[in-house]
């Protein structure tokens, strides 16, 4: 019955920002880990943001100092700020939502982004 709705995605121009929101149908306080990931054709889906219950934040280095992730537990949502966006940042950017309690796992659908040089 979850669901995990991507919107903001779009095409920027290097160097520019986007924000990403994934709007839950639940309580996002109900997530352990909630994170964003993403995959460009041909690659493997890879996690450029994770945020847990307790406000921990993780990213790799490929994001860290230009990618923000966030939550809004009252709006049930949470963002990924992306800024100074490459060119390799390319892909369809998806949210993920965890809960430990009986090894629940959701995805949403997806929104593609797009960054040209």
């Known amino acids: 019955q979850v669901q995990l709705v991507e919107s903001g995605g779009g095409l920027v121009q290097a160097g520019g920002s986007l924000r990403l929101s994934c709007a839950a149908s639940?309580?996002?306080?109900?997530?352990?880990?909630m994170g964003w990931y993403r995959q460009a054709p041909g690659k493997q889906r890879e996690l450029v943001a994770a945020?847990?219950?307790?406000?921990?934040?993780n990213y790799p280095d490929s994001v860290k100092g230009r990618f923000t992730i966030s939550r809004d537990n009252a709006k049930n949502t949470v963002y990924l700020q992306m800024n100074s966006l490459k060119p390799e940042d390319t892909a369809v950017y998806y949210c993920?939502?965890?809960?430990?309690?009986?090894?629940?796992?959701?995805w949403g659908q997806g929104t593609q982004v797009t960054v040209s040089s």
């Open positions: 945020i847990t219950s307790g406000g921990s934040t």
């Open positions: 993920h939502a965890v809960r430990l309690y009986g090894k629940s796992e959701y």
């Open positions: 639940g309580s996002i306080f109900s997530f352990n880990v």
